[in-house]
């Protein structure tokens, strides 16, 4: 038995059921979503930093622009003033969807990661913006992620295709999931899909520093298939976290899933977005070296490897071109404790932030290694070489590897002649 063996059916379409997890900010980049889409998988890209990321792919200049805009604000701790243009915001949204979109080959589909915890100083006009720009853009799903807000399908509701594109929520108990779907069935319009994302997944993590480990992905995946099961609802239950083999996602689809979300294995991918010398890291990670911490300033725990230069950083905020992650209001647990390090600075001193980290300027600079807890496994999935460096394998290999393995055995890729 192996995962060909099965198919995900979203209304009248059907996947090979893998999922690569969304990963901002550009891990999970256009090429990387696309090669699940060709193989007839599902792909995801995210809209995390969504001005940045284009600039960064098409020379645009919306940070450029927004930083000159607001920069009298830039050494005052209020932010409140500091707000995304939503016509530009929708016009980076819809370009970077839209050049996505247009190079589909494949019978999968392409969904977008959107992290509802992205305030970005306007939470709700925000949120309405980038999810219609991604429907207009011919986005085939969105998967609400981080922050869910009970308010989304309303805010959306009046789009003309609110009831075709595929909608997936990603929760981590069935007590988020109880809540969320109250509304969805008061709007006629429940989920075509579940993500039931477990203690292991990388990102941000709806389990406390503390006790994430005296949790377990099998149980709340269980609890989940029973509450939809007492409710009447036959809705596919796709659990993410710590599936690191074919046949760890086997055991799920035999159990009922109805497909899987996997992301750590592909963050090393030639496609995947970081750069090579940070895949090399992430492969000699040990398991000591992954930590689940609460540095970022969204209030979530994040795992991250503890090398992770974020963790060092003592840097002004740089909201005035990035301010994703500034509440309704301009606040940011950074700003705050950046100004009170500085405050409390002795002469001389070096500027230490100890608790919080810049995760804009953070992840924008691929200087926060967010992680899954098996990457310290990473090291069995592909080849030393001869000069000292891991094989970096395809997207392909990898997601073929998931598709056709048995065993938990794992194919490494063929050997790369350097
Ligand atoms: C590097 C990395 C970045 C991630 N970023 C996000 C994100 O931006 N939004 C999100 O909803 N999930 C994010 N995740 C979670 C994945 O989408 C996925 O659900 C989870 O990691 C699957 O577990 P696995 O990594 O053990 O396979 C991230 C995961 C990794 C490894």
């Known amino acids: 038995m192996n995962v060909d063996n099965f198919r995900l059916q979203l209304g009248k379409k059907e996947y090979v059921p893998i999922i690569i997890g969304g990963m901002g900010v550009n891990i999970s980049t256009t090429e990387l979503a696309l090669a699940a889409e060709k193989l007839g998988g599902i792909g995801h890209i995210s809209d995390a930093l969504i001005t940045y990321v284009c600039d960064r792919i098409f020379s645009t200049s919306f940070v450029s622009r927004k930083r000159k805009k607001y920069a009298q604000y830039s050494a005052n701790p209020d932010k409140s003033a500091v707000l995304f243009d939503l016509e530009e915001l929708a016009e980076a949204q819809k370009k970077y969807i839209e050049h996505t979109i247009s190079q589909k080959t494949g019978k999968g589909a392409v969904f977008l990661n959107c992290m509802e915890k992205l305030t970005m100083n306007s939470g709700i006009e925000t949120l309405k913006v980038r999810l219609s720009a991604a429907m207009d853009a011919g986005i085939d799903g969105l998967t609400l ?18 009831r075709d594109v595929n909608i997936g929520i990603i929760i981590s108990s069935v007590r988020a999931l109880a809540i969320f779907l109250k509304r969805a069935i008061r709007l006629n ?67 009922g899933a109805g497909g899987v979300q996997v992301a750590t294995r592909f963050t090393i991918s030639k496609e995947a977005g970081l750069p090579a010398d940070v895949k090399q890291n992430y492969i000699n990670a040990r398991e000591e070296d992954i930590v689940v911490n609460m540095a970022s300033t969204t209030g979530y725990p994040m795992r991250m490897l503890t090398s992770s230069p974020t963790l060092r950083y003592a840097i002004k905020p740089n909201c005035e071109g990035l ?96």
């Open 323 to 418: 301010g994703y992650l500034l509440e309704n209001g301009g606040k940011c647990t950074y700003i705050d404790e950046y100004y009170q390090a500085l405050a409390e600075r002795k002469a001389g001193a070096p500027l230490v932030v100890k608790e919080k980290t810049c995760l804009c300027t953070g992840m924008a600079n691929y200087d926060c290694w967010t992680c899954g807890h098996t990457t310290y496994r990473l090291k069995e999935t592909t080849n030393l070489l001869p000069n000292g460096k891991w094989q970096l394998p395809t997207a392909e290999d990898i997601f073929y590897d998931y598709q056709f393995s048995r065993d938990h055995s794992i194919m490494r890729p063929e050997p790369e002649v350097t």
């Open 189 to 255: 319009r429940v989920p075509d899909y579940i993500i039931v994302e477990g203690p292991l997944a990388g990102g941000h993590l709806g389990f406390g520093p503390a006790d994430w480990h005296t949790f377990d992905l099998k149980t709340i995946f269980s609890d989940v298939l029973a509450f939809l099961k007492k409710e009447g609802l036959n809705i596919p239950v796709i659990p993410a976290g710590g599936i690191f083999t074919g046949s760890d996602a086997v055991d799920y689809l035999q159990m």
């Open 145 to 162: 992620a981080a922050g869910l807000n009970l308010r989304t399908l309303d805010l959306i509701q009046d789009h003309p295709r609110f």
